[in-house]
């Protein structure tokens, strides 16, 4: 099976037992390299379906200060993007889980399009997310990743209107990440409420699997955007408490109950 | 003269591009839109040119510069875009900006600056049209240009303290950027430069042109007039006031130099070189040469001058670059201070650190330019770094 078909498999499944699937996001080479790795197989014992797996960069524009932070540390610690990868095969083989990595533009360029998307496929990681590009720059990267089985994801905003939503799902994408809320990651005390309009916009066009993030900081706003969406995104708010521990031990504890928490709030 | 426009990818050859998140798109598309539409009024052209000529006092001047002209051995012009109102040319893509803003319909517009005279001027232009302004600053250039900070509060303007990374233009950009993800429904982001996502760096260049097109009236080397330049220098951050004063002399047989921020020297790591020591790839939305390690990290540059202090420039100089249609040097912040004392001295005109780059680079080429006829872009007066040099080097010789 390719990534891409894992992910189709995946989402199938969930729906069929009447919930959304749960995507935790963390970056990779978080605290360090080497207890990076548990903070993932934690999460997955606690119910974790998929992992988005953030590469570090050094200037994301679409995250907020607690992403922006762990990344710098991780490249502090020494995740260069080749120990990235390497984490990532660990990560998929050691958890079975489907991978989908996600990172900026700029190391994509700097390792080369093709070569960037062959080590992916080497890794076992199954899609690719690309925070700060969007269709009408996608194109190289969403064919190089067609050729090779693995998924590429688009995203929807508010902001996005209807002819341009046409434009996204023509692109053939494993699923659309909807973005919550207007702004960059981090967590949000008020809930979203653009998750119904975005949902029924989508669906007006086409049936491909939609996928909330940006802003879902607690179990609540989560079972929100399961009761719409196909699947849920929750990075800051995990990120957070790995930051805010003062051991690889305290941090696996930590992420074990709130995914948990999360993980049970996805259920229709 | 010249008039291409990027590509419909929004590239100058395989510079440029779109490299900005979903929730940017439709307000990029909208902005080039309001653009196209305005640039091509009659209207809209009137009520600029009104502006810049009792507002900002255009055009600006040329001067022959007799002492530096004397001391280099050539004859020396300078461009005064010092004595624009605001004291640099970053006045003429606000305004521009400004009224794109009210004609989108929208009431707030956030920036960032590195030496404050963006900021400054982005408040102006503000002030005067009663738009809410947001300037977003990093904390070290707050502490090296406080006399701006104060004008921008002065005009109205909220300045905020960027502390990531380095803490300077770079990370104000960045931070700029997110806030103008969060409220791009009522918010215009004017970008002080000819960088970020297109339209930008097409649109700045179209209000900065200015520079260049008054110059080529002014230097026309016809009776009346100055004699034609030779050599036409200005200084490269992101790359405004050089491109304005180059793009209407591109393949009319000028030399075009920019001159980038050497500061420490290459070697040693710790500069603002993107153009001369770089590599292409994509920084705040465009693709362009940018200073970054094997992974793509970006690598934080270093400047004495916190408008030059910048990793990357605008992807139409990366174009002029590769094509040979200008040729990029750079020079020291120890060039760059002394050319501070010795052209204030020479000329009585104190220049913005930006802009003694670009002198200190015809101080150092003296030799090579014997003869000639050279402008300096005189990109803005240097008020708001007398306290900097005077703390660095000591009252005795400030
Ligand atoms: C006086 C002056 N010159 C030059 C610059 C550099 O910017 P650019 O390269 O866009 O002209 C600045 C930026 O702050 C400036 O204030």
Redesign the interface.
């Known amino acids: 099976m390719t990534g891409k078909e894992r992910l189709a498999a995946l989402f199938d499944s969930a729906n069929s037992q009447g919930r959304a699937v749960f995507m935790p996001y963390l970056t990779v080479g978080l605290p360090d390299p080497e207890s990076s790795v548990a903070m993932f197989t934690a999460m997955a014992e606690a119910g974790a379906d998929a992992f988005e797996v953030g590469f570090p960069?050094?200037?994301p524009?679409?995250d907020?200060?607690t992403i922006?932070e762990a990344g710098l540390a991780a490249?502090q610690a020494g995740t260069?993007?080749a120990v990235g990868f390497d984490l990532v095969a660990q990560i998929a083989a050691t958890t079975g889980k489907p991978v989908i990595v996600m990172t900026y533009?700029?190391?994509?360029?700097?390792?080369g399009i093709e070569t960037f998307v062959d080590r992916l496929v080497e890794a076992g990681a199954c899609a690719l997310i690309v925070?700060?590009?969007?269709?009408?720059?996608t194109q190289e990267i969403t064919a190089a990743c067609s050729l090779r089985g693995i998924g590429y994801v688009?995203?929807?905003?508010?902001?996005?209107?209807t002819d341009?939503l046409r434009e996204?799902v023509a692109t053939d994408p494993v699923f659309v990440y909807g973005?919550a809320e207007?702004?960059?990651t981090g967590e949000r005390r008020q809930g979203s409420s653009n998750l119904t309009t975005l949902a029924a916009t989508l669906r007006a066009v086409s049936e491909v699997p939609l996928v909330f993030g940006v802003g879902i900081s607690n179990p609540e706003q989560a079972a929100a955007a399961a009761a719409v969406g196909d699947g849920v995104i929750v990075g800051s708010a995990l990120v957070r408490r790995v930051l805010e521990s003062n051991t690889p031990e305290d941090a696996v504890t930590a992420l074990r109950s709130a995914v948990k928490a999360f993980a049970s709030a996805m259920t229709r | 003269m010249t008039d291409y426009r990027p590509d419909t990818s929004g590239r100058f050859g395989e510079f440029g591009g779109q490299f900005a998140p979903e929730t940017l798109i439709p307000a990029l598309q909208e902005l080039e839109a309001a653009f196209e539409v305005a640039w091509s009024d009659p209207g809209f052209h009137a009520e600029l040119d009104a502006l810049y000529a009792s507002f900002v006092g255009r055009p600006t001047p040329v001067y022959h510069a007799k002492r530096l002209s004397q001391r280099v051995g050539a004859e020396v012009y300078l461009k005064r875009e010092d004595l624009a109102h605001t004291g640099a040319h970053k006045i003429n893509n606000t305004l521009g900006q400004a009224l794109l803003t009210q004609r989108m319909g929208k009431s707030r517009v956030v920036a960032e600056t590195g030496a404050g005279q963006h900021g400054v001027a982005t408040a102006t232009a503000s002030a005067l049209l009663g738009l809410e302004c947001v300037v977003y600053m990093g904390a070290k250039d707050i502490e090296r240009q406080a006399l701006n900070v104060y004008r921008m509060r002065l005009l109205g303007a909220e300045v905020i303290a960027v502390h990531k990374g380095a803490a300077t233009l770079k990370d104000a950009v960045s931070e700029a950027f997110r806030y103008w993800v969060s409220s791009v429904e009522s918010t215009h982001y004017i970008i002080g430069s000819v960088v970020g996502p297109h339209p930008f760096p097409f649109i700045v260049r179209e209000f900065q042109k200015i520079i260049g097109t008054e110059l080529r009236q002014q230097m026309s080397g016809e009776p009346g007039s100055f004699p034609r330049p030779d050599v036409i220098v200005a200084s490269v951050g992101g790359g405004s006031n050089a491109m304005g004063i180059f793009f209407p002399w591109v393949r009319s047989g000028v030399d075009l130099v920019g001159v980038e921020a050497a500061g420490h020297g290459l070697e040693s790591g710790a500069h603002g070189a993107s153009l001369v020591a770089g590599t292409p790839g994509v920084l705040h939305g465009s693709r362009t040469y940018m200073l970054q390690d094997r992974d793509g990290q970006v690598i934080e540059a270093h400047s004495v001058s916190a408008g030059l202090d910048y990793p990357g420039s605008g992807p139409e100089h990366s174009y002029f670059r590769d094509e040979g249609l200008a040729r990029y040097v750079a020079v020291t912040d120890v060039e760059a201070l002394s050319a501070f004392h010795e052209f204030s001295r020479l000329e009585g005109i104190i220049p913005a650190l930006e802009s003694a780059h670009a002198v200190a680079w015809v101080l150092r080429e003296a030799a090579s330019l014997k003869g000639k006829t050279v402008v300096i872009n005189l990109s803005g007066r240097g008020d708001k770094d007398v306290q900097q040099v005077a703390a660095m080097q000591g009252d005795e010789d400030a």
Request: charged share 10%; proline share 8%.
């Open positions: 960069y050094s200037d524009l679409m907020g200060p922006h490249i260069t993007v533009v700029n190391p994509v360029l700097a390792v925070s700060d590009i969007a269709v009408g720059e688009q995203f929807v905003a508010p902001t996005t209107g341009r996204i973005i207007l702004g960059v």
